[in-house]
């Protein structure tokens, strides 16, 4: 795997079977670096026309209200008026602060270009990754 992208918020690596990895660091996030990191993480979608990734979210901290604001918002209502159909498959946070935000964005992305599925272990996220076009 080859590094793309990497600041405090986490790692984005480009994955030789076609997808972004995404792996959040643990901690709290300022605003403007989320961004940045949900940014790249865009940009290495589209550089490769690339529609799958997986969410390594298991160390992150719960996403703010300001997070789930723009990720709704802008992030996913950007590829959506885009036509650009994203698969994500996400590993759940080890933190139960964390899997209730991240409840809360999956609820907000339904109508969006994002079709994911939530897992405990990265094998069956990958598995299912691999079965998708």
Same mark, same amino acid.
């Given at each position: 795997?080859?590094? *793309?992208?990497? $600041?405090?918020?986490? =790692?984005?690596? %480009?994955?030789?079977? /076609? *997808? &972004?990895?995404?792996?959040?660091?643990? /901690?709290? =996030?300022?605003? @403007?670096?989320?961004?940045?990191?949900?940014?790249?993480?865009?940009?290495? !979608?589209?550089?490769?026309?690339?529609?799958?990734?997986?969410?390594?979210?298991?160390?992150?901290?719960?996403? @703010?209200?300001? #997070?789930?604001? +723009?990720?709704?918002? *802008? +992030? !996913?209502?950007?590829?959506?008026? %885009?036509?650009?159909?994203? *698969?994500?498959?996400?590993?759940?946070? $080890?933190?139960?602060?964390? =899997?209730?935000?991240?409840? !809360?964005?999956? $609820?907000?992305?339904?109508?969006?270009? !994002?079709?994911? =599925?939530?897992? #405990?272990? #990265?094998? %069956? &996220?990958?598995?299912?990754?691999?079965?998708?076009?």
């Amino acid at each position: 795997m080859r590094l *793309y992208f990497e $600041n405090p918020v986490g =790692r984005v690596l %480009e994955h030789p079977d /076609g *997808y &972004a990895l995404v792996q959040y660091a643990a /901690g709290p =996030r300022d605003f @403007t670096t989320f961004q940045a990191f949900l940014t790249h993480t865009s940009h290495l !979608l589209r550089r490769h026309n690339w529609h799958k990734m997986l969410a390594d979210q298991r160390a992150m901290a719960p996403f @703010t209200d300001q #997070e789930r604001t +723009w990720i709704k918002d *802008y +992030w !996913l209502a950007q590829s959506q008026s %885009e036509g650009y159909d994203l *698969y994500g498959a996400v590993v759940i946070p $080890n933190d139960e602060f964390a =899997r209730l935000s991240l409840s !809360l964005v999956m $609820n907000d992305s339904q109508q969006s270009a !994002l079709t994911y =599925r939530m897992f #405990e272990a #990265e094998t %069956e &996220a990958t598995a299912w990754l691999q079965q998708l076009p």
